[in-house]
């Protein structure tokens, strides 16, 4: 008992050598005992800044927890005088809290406070402080509310929670000012919702849900001061909404949900299966640049009857086309002539020009490479021993018109009379009866020169002008005329052109010229053209036509008699037809290609030469005028 | 006592409530015809509001400084302040405050303005050449200057409206101890609390209402 009063009056002492300003530190403890704790205020408050009210503690030392065992004084700093006041007021209902009342209460002025033993030695516990900064505010009273609105789904609300200040706070007078804070939470909830301070005395409360409980309270403070009152008593508001409200929503939102994930996968489905499609709507492929003319894809692909009629079509191709090959449709060219000819191994020229021999007047005219034209003539029955060249009387259509009108200077282009050389054994040595073809126009020159025989040794006779047929016909005579000599007075410059190298026998073309001459009267043709009418022994007929530097344009063909000549052309009878002139000189080529024949002269039947008009070109030669030609 | 006090009191609400100066009807005073006609507890309230924003500033003030500079605190400085507007006799008390006259109380509240003129201008200097400080509150650096202009206007008006003895003495500048800012800005925060409050009392009394 001793050792511990002695104890405390050393602790005591400790305590007295600690800084004033220093709050409770509990002093070392001595070795066995439990942690001592000073006397010390536990609490100053004001409710009102008016008053203020301060607690203290014995602590560990229960002898001092009686009261008058410990004493308080207070000091304040503004007071003239330093000294240390008591208490005024020790509570009485209330163990160890002093009171201040109003005139001891001195706002914006620093008090301190001492708890100090019985009997002024120790000092346990010193505090300052201003009293507004201690102020707790009560908490406001008279807490209500009322329901501001229900949400149109009915599962929200809105409350506006009023109170009233607290009675003891003077804030009318405007002593205090003071700011609340509400808070609410869910009635088992732990956790409140704070909402902002609010210096009027009402608050709105939204977004609260129906069909639950709500617990509300509020507390004050100083404004501009940081010391919160104690909370109001909680009000517990409570909205009853539809009962079933969220139950039947639910199954509304899910089907929903539902149904908008099931279309938003068809619709990707779509999508991704129609990917080509919708790629080709959406991003159109840009489409290649037509530009007018020829496809190449035609080419490509091998359509070329495609290719030639867009070839046709175009201007330019036709053009272009007729120039290159005007005489194509009016040449037939006799197939199984040529065919037997290349079988006896005489070129096709030769046997034109009779340098066969043993051919005599067997004379193919054989199409030149490119040369598809059906002659006139047609001579279906030719004897096989001769396959001659009856068809070969077909010319080519002239290719070069400007070069056959170089060299020769007759003054009209007439028609290149092929007239192949009857030779009469001499033929086949022959060279070239040249006649003159002028060329003044491809126009106006008679091309055209019918073949009416084929001499035995390959020269031609040519009979008097004749109509000229359209393409493909042949000759007019050509059905009644079968012999192959009996052409068309169709020309082929291009026959000459090609020839004029080689010096035929037959008389055609100049070499240079490539004009078709024409062998007048003096060709033994296949004596089955003798049944043309128009043939004339060219021979005899020679001298008669005036010397003419213009195309003679009859020919005269010698048609042998039957039986004269072993000629190995025949004309089979067509004694239906009846007679047409041999050969119709060309007079002009009109703008559609055809062909303008010189309807007036009626074909003689005999050899009587004709007499060309004088604009006629010349075209044919005469057998007079054989021998103006030079070679 | 009323009607003698009616026109400084005025003439110092007019100057505080720096809205009405602006406004763009003159303010009649006396009555005069022709002009709008502000009630008188509406002149309180607009001032009123003014000190208010004026006590939280200074409450922001304090608390930002404390925080930002003395991370520590420290009871005991707290203990010895001791502001320069110690020697103006306030009343500490509600009663106290209610219980002096209007006149009285409006020149507590003239001098407490007067006499924080020059420190706040001291301050904002001083706060403007802390590098530290445009970090700490540049808006209420701002606001400052703001009181600092309505002070002076308010101080510059009242010299002329009140005689000086109803001002009492007053401490010369010269007097001034030179404070740091933390007790500055302490002192400021209780002053214009101080201010607050009496004007509202004030208030009270010039244009009752109910329950005042």
């Given amino acids: 008992m001793m050792a511990a009063r002695h104890l405390l009056l050393l602790l005591s002492q400790a305590c007295l050598l600690l800084e004033t300003g220093s709050l409770a530190a509990a002093p070392p403890l001595t070795a066995s005992e439990a942690p001592l704790e000073s006397p010390h205020f536990t609490a100053c408050l004001s409710r009102e800044q008016e008053t203020f009210r301060c607690w203290w503690s014995a602590g560990s030392f229960r002898n001092l927890s009686q009261p008058g065992a410990l004493r308080v004084f207070f000091l304040k700093k503004n007071s003239l005088s330093r000294t240390w006041m008591e208490c005024p007021n020790y509570t009485a209902s209330v163990p160890n809290e002093c009171y201040f009342n109003k005139s001891y209460t001195s706002i914006w002025t620093s008090y301190c406070l001492q708890l100090r033993s019985r009997h002024h030695n120790v000092t346990y516990d010193e505090r300052c402080f201003n009293v507004e900064d201690i102020v707790h505010p009560d908490p406001p009273v008279s807490m209500n509310w009322t329901l501001l609105n229900v949400s149109r789904s009915g599962l929200h609300f809105d409350i506006i929670v009023r109170w009233e200040p607290p009675p003891s706070a003077d804030v009318k007078a405007g002593w205090m000012s003071l700011t609340y804070e509400v808070q609410y939470r869910e009635r088992n909830a732990s956790h409140w919702e704070v909402l902002d301070l609010e210096t009027s005395t009402q608050q709105s409360v939204y977004g609260l849900h129906t069909n639950m409980e709500y617990e509300v309270r509020v507390r004050c403070k100083m404004r501009a001061f940081d010391n919160f009152g104690q909370f109001s008593d909680s009000i517990f508001v409570h909205v009853p909404g539809k009962v079933h409200g969220k139950e039947s929503t639910f199954p509304v939102t899910v089907v929903f949900i539902f149904g908008v994930v099931g279309l938003a996968i068809l619709f990707l489905l779509i999508i991704f299966s129609h990917q080509q499609k919708l790629m080709v709507i959406l991003l159109p492929p840009v489409p290649a640049p037509k530009i007018k003319g020829i496809d190449p894809d035609l080419l490509k692909k091998g359509r070329l009857d495609e290719l030639s009629s867009v070839l046709s079509s175009h201007p330019l191709c036709k053009a272009e086309m007729y120039r290159e090959e005007p005489w194509v449709e009016f040449i037939e060219l006799d197939l199984e002539r040529m065919d037997a000819a290349e079988k006896t191994g005489c070129s096709d020229t030769q046997r034109l020009l009779g340098l066969v021999p043993h051919l005599g007047s067997s004379h193919r005219l054989a199409a030149k490479d490119g040369d598809l034209g059906r002659a006139s003539c047609y001579e279906p029955e030719l004897s096989e021993a001769d396959p001659a060249v009856a068809a070969a009387f077909c010319l080519r259509p002239r290719v070069t018109s400007p070069e056959l009108q170089s060299d020769r200077p007759a003054p009209d282009a007439g028609p290149a009379p092929v007239a192949g050389s009857a030779p009469d054994g001499e033929a086949d040595g022959r060279p070239v009866i040249q006649t003159q073809l002028s060329t003044q126009s491809s126009v106006s020159m008679d091309f055209y020169a019918q073949v009416s025989d084929v001499t035995p040794l390959g020269g031609v006779v040519l009979s008097p002008g004749q109509q000229v047929r359209g393409p493909g016909e042949k000759g007019e005579g050509g059905d009644g005329q079968p012999l192959k000599n009996q052409k068309e007075g169709q020309k082929k410059e291009g026959e000459g052109g090609v020839e004029k190298e080689v010096p035929l026998p037959l008389l055609i073309v100049a070499p240079d010229s490539g004009a078709y001459t024409s062998e007048l009267g003096n060709r033994q043709i296949g004596s089955d053209c003798s049944r043309r009418e128009a043939f004339q022994d060219p021979p005899a007929e020679m001298p008669q036509p005036p010397p003419e530097k213009n195309a003679v344009e009859q020919f005269a063909l010698i048609v042998p008699p039957a039986g004269e000549y072993q000629s190995p052309y025949f004309i089979p009878p067509t004694p239906q037809l009846p007679p047409v002139a041999d050969y119709t000189v060309v007079q002009d080529v009109d703008a559609q290609q055809s062909l303008l024949l010189n309807p007036s002269t009626p074909p003689p039947p005999s050899m009587a030469p004709v007499k060309p008009p004088p604009a006629m070109p010349v075209g044919y030669l005469t057998p007079d005028l054989l021998g103006n030609i030079s070679l | ?212």
């Fill in chain 2, 1 to 212: 006592m009323f009607r003698k006090l009616k026109g400084p009191v005025i003439f110092l609400l007019m100057f505080l409530d720096v809205q009405v100066i602006v406004g763009s009807t003159p303010i009649c005073v006396h009555g005069h015809t022709g002009c709008q006609t502000l009630s008188l507890a509406d002149l309180f309230d607009r001032v009123i509001q003014h000190s208010a924003r004026v006590h939280g500033l200074s409450s922001d003030l304090h608390s930002e400084y404390e925080q930002y500079f003395l991370p520590s605190k420290n009871k005991i400085s707290k203990i010895n302040r001791n502001c320069h507007t110690s020697y103006i006799l306030t009343p500490n008390g509600k009663e106290n405050a209610q219980r002096l006259a209007g006149e009285d109380l409006t020149g507590v509240i003239l001098k407490l303005l007067l006499a924080w003129r020059d420190p706040l201008s001291q301050f904002h200097r001083s706060m403007a050449q802390h590098e530290d400080f445009t970090s700490f509150s540049g808006n209420k650096a701002l606001e400052m200057s703001d009181m600092m202009h309505l002070l002076g206007m308010i101080s510059n008006s009242v010299r002329g409206l009140i005689s000086n003895e109803a001002l009492g003495p007053q401490a010369s500048s010269s007097e001034a101890r030179p404070m740091n800012d933390q007790q500055l800005l302490y002192c400021f925060r209780r002053d214009s609390n101080k201010i607050q409050i009496y004007l509202k009392i004030l208030k009270c009394r010039i244009a009752p209402e109910q329950g005042c």
